[in-house]
T-cell receptor, first 117, second 109 residues
Framework: GAVVSQHPSWVICKSGTSVKIECRSLDFQATTMFWYRQFPKQSLMLMATSNEGSKATYEQGVEKDKFLINHASLTLSTLTVTSAHPEDSSFYIC?????????????FGDGTRLSIL | GQNIDQPTEMTATEGAIVQINCTYQTSGFNGLFWYQQHAGEAPTFLSYNVLDGLEEKGRFSSFLSRSKGYSYLLLKELQMKDSASYLCAVTNSNYQLIWGAGTKLIIKP
């Protein structure tokens, strides 16, 4: 089945640091990838939709200058949390959908647990 | 607006059967998904319904009624490892995936 790889799994860093998270589709091409955030015991919240070769679409309330998304190829999207602060600590999860199969399920990476000290 | 409703939490006994309901109101419909999410892990895909009826996959089955905007996930022969959150999600006419808040299923021995 479709595999999505997300790296790193865990990040612990100091306040003010920028953190980059990678999301790769391993056996399919993904024109569109999705970035989610989930706080403990809360629902999955879509942050942005990453589109290959164009600007990401951010959900309301998500700061595009703080959460930089780059989708430079059909198999890789990156999320950079710039100048991270403790309130950015969360579980970040990416997902991808096979190009041309918009009605098909999204496949998720294993997530990145970000802790800002 | 668009919304998906599912119970917040359910409790069931090991070996029993449980049905998790999901109702939705979306701008168009292009399919309904069920995902399982264990605590601290990413969601994993369980099932997909686009036509009315029942889709069976081992111990798990999913039902859809598009006219009623309704789906359920049926879990049979419950095992302790089935304790997780179950997420209902619908793809609307713009192929946006609208997520429910999830149902936390607690399995008791």
């Amino acid at each position: 089945g479709a595999v999505v790889s997300q790296h790193p799994s865990w990040v612990i860093c100091k306040s003010g640091t920028s953190v980059k998270i990678e999301c790769r589709s391993l056996d399919f091409q993904a024109t569109t990838m999705f970035w989610y955030r989930q706080f403990p015991k809360q629902s999955l919240m879509l942050m942005a939709t990453s589109n290959e070769g164009s600007k990401a679409t951010y959900e309301q309330g998500v700061e595009k200058d703080k959460f930089l998304i780059n989708h430079a190829s059909l198999t890789l999207s990156t999320l950079t949390v710039t100048s991270a602060h403790p309130e950015d600590s969360s579980f970040y999860i990416c997902s991808a959908r096979d190009t041309g199969f918009e009605a098909q399920p999204q496949h998720f990476g294993d997530g990145t647990r970000l802790s800002i000290l | 607006g668009q919304n998906i409703d599912q119970p917040t939490e359910m409790t069931a006994t090991e070996g029993a059967i449980v049905q998790i309901n999901c109702t939705y109101q979306t701008s168009g419909f292009n399919g309904l998904f069920w995902y399982q999410q264990h605590a601290g892990e990413a969601p994993t895909f369980l099932s997909y319904n686009v036509l009315d009826g029942l889709e069976e996959k081992g111990r798990f089955s999913s039902f859809l009624s598009r006219s009623k905007g309704y789906s359920y996930l049926l879990l049979k022969e419950l095992q302790m490892k089935d304790s997780a959150s179950y997420l209902c999600a619908v793809t609307n006419s713009n192929y946006q995936l609208i997520w429910g808040a999830g149902t936390k299923l607690i399995i008791k021995p």
